[in-house]
């Protein structure tokens, strides 16, 4: 701890401690690491290639896994967090879909209902309605 004379008070160390940073392999590098790893022959060999590169054969197993679904397309790096489920989306997008339409038929329907009414105050009968529609047309 430091003393400041000015204050008189003590403040704590300001290091900060380092934080551990993810690392990321490139395709060219996990492939090289598995051909060495599978042309390992001497009992040994493959402990010693990972404890050079500093990897765990957990990585390993995984590496080969990603390799046997999809080629070098496998290797590639994996964006991190939940997966976006597309259908979930869609299917959401649609029922917001579907109550929009259902309140906007709702809406048509009571305007039907209205004229209907109205005209019915009006005393007009819908064959009066026809006939005068067809006169304008």
Not at 1 to 15: I, L, R, V
Not at 67 to 72: E, Q, T
Not at 110 to 132: A, P
Request: proline residues 4%; without cysteine.
């Amino acid at each position: 701890m430091s003393h400041n004379g000015k204050y008189g008070s003590e403040t704590p160390d300001s290091e900060v401690e380092p934080r551990a940073v993810r690392r990321h392999y490139t395709t060219e590098y996990k492939l090289r690491i598995l051909d060495e790893i599978d042309h390992a022959t001497e009992p040994g060999e493959i402990g010693a290639i990972l404890r050079r590169e500093g990897l765990y054969s957990q990585i390993i197993s995984k590496w080969r896994q990603q390799r046997a679904r999809g080629g070098l397309d496998g290797l590639q790096p994996q964006k991190r967090g939940p997966r976006a489920n597309l259908e979930a989306a869609e299917v959401a997008r649609l029922k917001r879909e579907n109550q929009r339409l259902r309140q906007k038929l709702r809406k048509a329907e009571l305007i039907i209902e209205v004229q209907k009414k109205v005209s019915q105050i009006l005393g007009l009968e819908e064959d009066e309605l026809n006939s005068s529609r067809k006169s304008r047309d």
